[in-house]
């Protein structure tokens, strides 16, 4: 690794999650040939970010995944 990759490596992982996500994503699709993607990609790639837009706006209701879980279970064992 050469002291330019470390640097961006350290400088990376200093950035908040949202938008370490982003670099990584930009990263990801630098590696992905367009010829790659396809219809199934495009659409979840939407609902992805149209999911993540009502979680910013706080239009849906966020629940823990265990309580979540928790809820699955009693309801198919009912």
Do not use: F, N
């Amino acid at each position: 690794m050469t002291p330019d990759t470390a640097t961006l490596i350290r400088d990376g992982l200093a950035l908040d999650a949202d938008q370490r996500a982003v670099v990584a994503h930009a990263l990801l699709a630098s590696l992905r040939d367009a010829d790659e993607t396809s219809e199934a990609d495009g659409l979840w790639r939407a609902e992805a970010t149209r999911r993540l837009a009502e979680v910013r706006a706080g239009t849906v209701e966020l629940m823990d995944a265990d309580k979540h879980y928790t809820q699955l279970r009693s309801s198919l064992t009912a």
